[in-house]
């Protein structure tokens, strides 16, 4: 069995009788034989439907104490999880089981119909023994199952997909041995205890709440409390109450307690985090010393991504750098220049990584995405003169202005230092004179008068950006669209702001 599973069952095992899990939508707390049984339970059913071996399970279920249960077992019969967002419309389901092989499915019930629609399928339906959960295993009868097997190290243990902001979304296999490899980083760069409880609010088909949260806080004997979702109002009694000692997050989700009323009433003194753990791109000094102020903890910010399996860089906890993603921890970084590797600081190309828990290769042949080893993150970025990582945003995303290059992510934190602003994502948009106009879009704090903000925004940029950094246009929105994990779309915000210019007669 592989070293991931049986540490997954030891972990059971040394707390058969603990509240080590918790369903905070329902209250409830479950010990490691409460868990264990679960897992038999949906083991068992696998089986009985003839799924096994190399087999790809699609799980579709919101964060519940259910999920870690559900994993555990598909991965005890040497199947593989492949996980997706749990607001995945029927439709989109229903293309996702036509493009590929998926032996079973494990859906919420308002999805059941949608899976069975034009396929001979047998259903197992289970109330999971403690946690109250229904559960539907639809087994897909035109797919050819396997005898269940102990996984081994080099077996697929995940399918993931990446959350990238253009293009189809390209499948990530994640075997056994990175996974685990990745998770020992994280519980040794996070200092990860048994004395630790985290809370999951990140979605849980990403690989941040699986690796970094879910699988890091069990394998180092800590507890966890898994939350549907995230709610400013909830989040610090949700802390308190559960003695939660760290949790990961993303800058909305901090900008959000920041600003938020309920939030902040809600915080005292007697909240104890360590850390908080935060990734996707970087906090403004400012954001980041009036939360780590508010509320008397420390923010550590980290990059990775779905195709390292978790963390490629992280902060040390006695010398943290704001504004960076930290130092390599555990991982080789190269920054890509001209066609070379390089090492030197303060030169800007792509980011560059490889390590053993770093991909070889994408489930279908991406070769323009690997380089002598490395992996090519489509990131660009740059190390400082002490080994920091500094990433300026999608090598895709960069616009060109005048002949000029502008990293979106650069001009966006610069910008969403002020107060008006919640949140900004910046694009490149046509200019008949420049190539493309730097093009800020903004969501402002509540009801604010929009030439006032938009002044601000401008006389800011003046300040702080080059010229040819500066936004030239300021549209506001009420929203962006995201992919699941709530990353702006940024090809598809573009399109939107140029199809309403044009309905417009600009």
């Known amino acids: 069995m592989s070293k991931i599973t049986n540490q997954l069952n030891q972990q059971l095992k040394n707390n058969s009788e603990e509240k080590i899990i918790k369903d905070e939508n329902r209250d409830m707390w479950f010990t490691g034989t409460e868990i264990k049984n679960d897992v038999n339970m949906i083991k068992n059913d696998l089986i009985d439907l003839k799924v096994g071996h190399g087999d790809v399970v699609l799980v579709c279920q919101e964060n519940n104490g259910a999920y870690p249960a559900i994993v555990q077992a598909i991965w005890e019969i040497g199947a ?3 996980p997706i967002a749990d607001t995945t419309p029927a ?3 229903q293309q996702e089981l036509q493009e590929h092989q998926y032996a079973a499915a494990i859906v919420k019930e308002d999805l059941i119909a949608a899976v069975m629609d034009n396929r001979s399928v047998t259903i197992i339906d289970e109330v999971s023994l403690k946690t109250s959960i229904h559960l539907s295993i639809v087994r897909d009868q035109n797919i050819i199952g396997h005898i269940d097997q102990v996984p ?4 697929l243990a995940l399918i993931l997909n990446t959350s990238g902001t253009t293009g189809k979304p390209k499948g990530v296999g994640i075997t056994h041995e990175l996974l685990k490899n990745a998770v020992d980083h994280d519980i040794e760069s996070h200092e990860m205890t048994s004395d630790d409880t985290t809370m999951i609010i990140m979605p849980m088909f990403h690989i941040n709440a699986q690796a970094v949260s879910l699988l890091s806080t069990r394998l180092s004997g800590g507890k966890v409390v898994i939350a549907k979702k995230f709610s400013a109002s909830k989040f610090w009694t949700q802390v308190r109450d559960n003695h939660v000692t760290w949790v990961s997050v993303v800058p909305t989700i901090v900008n959000i307690l920041l600003i938020n009323e309920k939030a902040n009433q809600m915080y005292s003194d007697d909240i104890k985090l360590r850390f908080v753990r935060c990734s996707s791109f970087a906090l403004p000094l400012d954001k980041l010393t009036a939360f780590q102020n508010r509320f008397h903890t420390i923010i550590l910010e ?17 010398a943290p750098k704001v504004g960076s993603a930290g130092k390599p921890f555990k991982t080789e970084l190269a920054i ?11 030169q800007v190309g792509e980011i560059a990584v490889r390590g053993d828990h770093v991909i070889k290769d994408y489930m279908d042949p991406h070769p323009d995405s690997f380089k002598d080893g490395w992996f090519l993150t489509g990131d660009l ?15 895709k995303d960069i616009i060109s202005r005048g ?46 008068n ?18 040819f950094e500066q936004p030239t246009k300021v549209i506001f929105v009420n929203d962006y669209p995201r992919n699941p994990t709530g990353k702006v779309l940024r090809v598809k915000l573009r399109n939107q702001i140029l199809e309403e210019a044009v309905g417009k007669g600009a």
């Open 80 to 82: 593989i999880v492949h």
């Open 450 to 467: 929009e030439s006032i903000v938009r002044q601000k925004i401008l006389d800011h940029a003046k300040k702080t950006l080059a010229v």
């Open 336 to 346: 890509l220049i001209d066609d070379k590797f390089k090492a030197e600081a303060n």
């Open 403 to 448: 002949g000029e290059k502008v990293a979106p992510a650069h001009v966006e934190n610069a910008l969403s230092q002020l107060d008006c602003v919640k949140e900004i994502a910046v694009i490149g948009t046509p200019d008949s004179m420049y190539g493309e106009a730097v093009t800020a879009v903004v969501i402002g704090q509540d009801v604010q």
């Open 302 to 318: 980290g990059y990775g991504m779905t195709e390292t399996a978790s963390q490629c860089t992280i902060n040390p906890f006695d």
């Open 152 to 155: 081994v190290e080099k077996d």
């Open 381 to 395: 970025g740059y190390l400082d003169d002490d080994g920091y990582l500094f990433v300026k945003g999608r090598k």
């Open 91 to 93: 439709a989109e389901l």
